[in-house]
């Protein structure tokens, strides 16, 4: 059996290429060919961790038509409208990018919101426009191109391992079109209600039954059939007994104090403006607390966040802010472009170190929160605006589509006020079980369990397409 698996940018290579999936789909006799857009970096760092990977194809690099571009921004807008009135909720709309600079691309948006009012009033004129919108990206020069090289190689199966990515639609409409199967991962938890879903699939891997009745009601199209529950393969690191350090080893190397308790603060990218003003709210009350009893602050900043915005502050407090970077590279010293940044396979030791060797992380609504549950360690999410008028209200962060799964459970704690930061923080350190103490139950409804095997039953899946009739 042959796959093709679309990595259409660095984002995915953790997840996916670093963790047991792909021996999982060598152990079934998988031939894996990798099409992507990544740098000659990340593929040569890809494969210093397997040598299982039989080919790397590049994907060159192409502008998507101008009516394509306008009839997926349609869709959208369309596909948002419809679905903040099926899940009532009108954060929903908060996805809509439409603070954006330049002239041409804000009268993109204006046409796209105009037109995609009316198009959202009749559900079979958005089938229609997806529909075109395969078809033209068929056309492309790029899909002639690598046609060729999907005819050489004949895969049973494409896998897009990013169901966002406009990059994957010309390889995944000419698979379809020869009759090879076409299958995409819902990359994260907050995916699907963003209409984000670029191309129409044979198969969908899902990663709980509350993504899967998500899709179900927001893609009633799609077989309900073809959906299937695999979880996500990103938690099975923390299982992986040769990733972790001794306390002594990783507080050595970073400079934290092993006889203190330790607080992780995980950042937003800069689309979160007030993460330094939490880090410096952060700061000034665990600095109140009794030097003898005093936690330690371990900072991990988002890796695309390249803005410097922390620097003062992190100088300010260097004696109780330890940094421990992300490593994340670019081919490129600077370069912080989306698709040319990756994870080296050392960041999933530092991000397992990192949880595994800190008692509590706080941030604001930040995944960083699923990590501790995994090792059944609490999180404390912010839940104060720093300012009046707040540009980014916590009230409507807290109401996204996602932190609804938490329904009524007490998935983490909430920090309502900077006063109150270092009697919480020290409440989850005293006492973990009492701050978010449903955060396992909150885990088993997010992704399947048991987490160590989601690699092992996506590629059970797969296989179970290629040999089906």
């Known amino acids: 059996m042959k796959i093709i698996l679309i990595i259409p940018d660095g984002v995915v290579v953790r997840n996916y290429l670093y963790s047991d999936f792909v021996n999982e789909l060598t152990q079934r006799?998988?031939?894996?060919?990798?099409?992507?857009?990544?740098?000659?970096?990340?593929?040569?760092?890809?494969?210093?961790?397997?040598?299982?990977?039989?080919e790397?194809?590049?994907?060159?690099?192409?502008?998507?038509?101008?009516?394509?571009?306008?009839?997926?921004?349609v869709v959208v807008y369309a596909r948002l409208l419809i679905n903040k009135k099926k899940l009532k909720n009108e954060t929903i709309l908060y996805f809509w990018s439409r603070n954006q600079k330049g002239f041409k691309r804000k009268l993109l948006l204006n046409l796209s919101e105009f037109l995609g009012f009316f198009v959202s009033k009749s559900y079979n004129a958005i089938l229609f426009l997806e529909k075109k919108y395969d078809n033209l990206m068929l056309k492309t020069n790029v899909a002639q191109e690598l046609s060729k090289e999907i005819d050489r190689i004949q895969p049973d199966i494409v896998l897009n391992l990013h169901q966002r990515s406009m990059t994957s639609a010309?390889?995944?409409?000419?698979?379809?079109?020869?009759?090879?199967?076409?299958?995409?991962?819902?990359?994260?938890?907050?995916?699907?209600?963003?209409?984000?879903?670029?191309?129409?699939?044979?198969?969908?891997?899902?990663?709980?039954?509350?993504?899967?009745?998500?899709?179900?009601?927001?893609?009633?199209?799609?077989?309900?059939?073809?959906?299937?529950?695999?979880?996500?393969?990103?938690?099975?690191?923390?299982?992986?007994?040769?990733?972790?350090?001794?306390?002594?080893?990783?507080?050595?190397?970073?400079k934290l104090d092993v006889n203190k308790k330790t607080i992780c603060f995980s950042s937003n990218d800069t689309s979160s403006p007030y993460d330094p003003t939490y880090l410096e709210d952060l700061c000034e009350e665990i600095s109140k607390i009794e030097v003898a009893v005093r936690p330690q602050i371990l900072f991990r900043i988002n890796p695309f966040d390249k803005s410097g915005r922390f620097n003062c502050i992190l100088e300010k407090y260097k004696n109780l802010v330890s940094v421990v970077n992300p490593d994340w590279r670019t081919e490129t010293e600077g370069d912080g472009n989306f698709i040319n940044i990756f994870p080296s396979y050392n960041d999933i030791s530092l991000l397992v170190n990192t949880v595994l060797h800190s008692d509590v992380v706080v941030n604001l609504g930040s995944t960083m929160a699923h990590d501790f549950a995994v090792l059944d360690k609490p999180c404390l999410y912010f839940n104060y605006d720093p300012e009046v008028?707040?540009?980014l209200p916590v009230k409507e962060v807290y109401q996204f589509q996602h932190f609804r799964s938490m329904n009524n459970l007490e998935a983490v704690g909430w920090i309502t006020t900077k006063l109150e930061i270092g009697a919480k923080i020290l409440k989850a350190i005293e006492e973990p079980s009492q701050i978010g103490k449903d955060r396992s139950k909150w885990m088993e409804l997010i992704v399947k369990h048991p987490l160590n095997e989601n690699s092992k039953n996506l590629a059970n899946e797969l296989e179970k397409t290629c040999t089906s009739v």
Request: charged residues 25%; neutral net charge.
């Open 389 to 391: 008028n707040s540009k």
């Open 170 to 254: 010309p390889i995944i409409n000419y698979s379809k079109s020869k009759g090879i199967k076409s299958a995409t991962v819902i990359y994260s938890w907050d995916n699907v209600p963003k209409a984000r879903l670029v191309s129409s699939y044979d198969y969908y891997f899902v990663w709980s039954e509350l993504m899967k009745n998500e899709l179900d009601l927001l893609y009633p199209e799609i077989d309900s059939n073809k959906v299937m529950v695999v979880g996500t393969p990103q938690f099975e690191f923390y299982f992986n007994k040769k990733l972790h350090l001794t306390k002594s080893e990783f507080f050595e190397k970073y």
């Open 56 to 73: 790397f194809i590049f994907i060159p690099y192409f502008t998507e038509p101008f009516i394509a571009r306008i009839i997926r921004e």
């Open 29 to 54: 006799g998988f031939e894996i060919y990798v099409f992507h857009q990544i740098p000659n970096a990340a593929v040569a760092e890809i494969k210093t961790v397997s040598q299982d990977i039989k």
